[in-house]
């Protein structure tokens, strides 16, 4: 038996589909509790704001990457395995949530609250701080030396991963953040380390 997604899931999953289906258009809470079925005193009742919404998109984001990322830890020993399928995770994850990509490029937080970009920045801040985590792992553990600081190597690796999420949302969901990553992937992995 299929269990009916609460309305605070509908909410979000509208917000999403609109975020998807009309980059560049402000979505507004009338246009969201339109596209829901429902009233503006609904949303509110789910939400106390806009903001609120967004943040539990981010909020769902963080949750499913961050839980992702703990059993990458826990299953992969190596380093290099690690930082491959984090950097994909992400990068699939933003692929099949285009919606929420826009979020997390910023394109959708133009004039929303400045906590909301924050809330974001914090997140990538957290991805970066993994990847640094494994690269140091890395030396101590495999005895693998990055060719330049692991500072600098983590904050490499993230900013190829995002730029290609960039790519997607600049070409309207077109040029997929896993188009030729395989191939990124090789010659970025055979420069990290020495």
Avoid: C
């Amino acid at each position: 038996m299929n269990k009916r997604p609460s309305r605070r899931d509908e909410i979000l999953q509208a917000l999403a589909t609109m975020l998807e289906t009309q980059p560049g258009a402000r979505i507004t809470t009338a246009k969201l509790a339109a596209e829901v079925g429902v009233s503006e005193a609904a949303l509110y009742r789910h939400f106390p704001s806009k903001a609120k919404m967004f943040e539990g998109l981010i909020e769902f984001v963080e949750d499913a990457i961050f839980s992702r990322v703990a059993l990458i830890m826990k299953e992969e020993s190596q380093s290099m395995a690690q930082l491959s399928h984090i950097l994909q995770l992400l990068l699939g994850f933003t692929e099949r949530n285009p919606g929420i990509t826009r979020i997390f490029n910023g394109d959708a937080l133009a004039g929303e609250n400045e906590r909301l970009r924050g809330r974001v920045v914090q997140f990538y801040d957290r991805l970066e701080t993994q990847l640094k985590t494994i690269l140091r792992e890395a030396e101590i553990r495999e005895g693998l030396r990055t060719t330049i600081t692991a500072n600098s190597t983590a904050n490499l690796l993230l900013s190829a991963a995002e730029g290609r999420i960039g790519q997607f949302v600049r070409s309207d969901f077109k040029r997929r953040p896993t188009e030729h990553w395989d191939e990124q992937w090789q010659q970025l992995s055979a420069a990290i380390f020495r």
